[in-house]
């Protein structure tokens, strides 16, 4: 007989809160760093408080500027040449421009999904040494 009283009483309840989205990811948690992989190649960065940008691979450097606003991390860079000085952290003169909105991922890893007309690739971080999926 309980059953029977317990289930209209249910029924009757309201539905659970929708989850809350997570908050953007913050620029203390791009400073440092990390594995880049860009549209499948694998680069090591880092990312500087004061805004520096430096990407590397296979002897090729690229050096510029980031910010972070809202989740939407903006990058100007520019190839580093021999003997040429860039303004830090001035965004480089005639530099490639990407953006990429941030999303946390499983084990510390933040994704970068394209966000056109200025990134069409998706771009993954993750921490030197960190498990991968």
Known sequence: MTAVVLLPALACAAPAPAPKPPP??????VVGHWQLRWS????????????????????QTWVGSWRLEGGLLTVCER???????????EW??????????????AHGAL??????PV??????LSRPGAAGP
């Open 24 to 29: 953007p990811v913050s620029r203390a948690e």
């Open 40 to 59: 499948g190649h694998l680069y090591q960065a880092r990312f500087c408080p004061d805004g520096f940008f430096a990407c590397w691979r296979g002897g």
């Open 79 to 89: 190839q580093l040449r021999p003997g040429a000085t860039y303004p830090r952290p």
């Open 92 to 105: 480089p003169p005639n530099g490639h421009r990407w953006a990429v909105r941030l999303l946390r991922a």
């Open 111 to 116: 994704k970068g999904s394209p966000q056109p």
């Open 119 to 124: 990134t069409y690739v998706s771009v993954e």
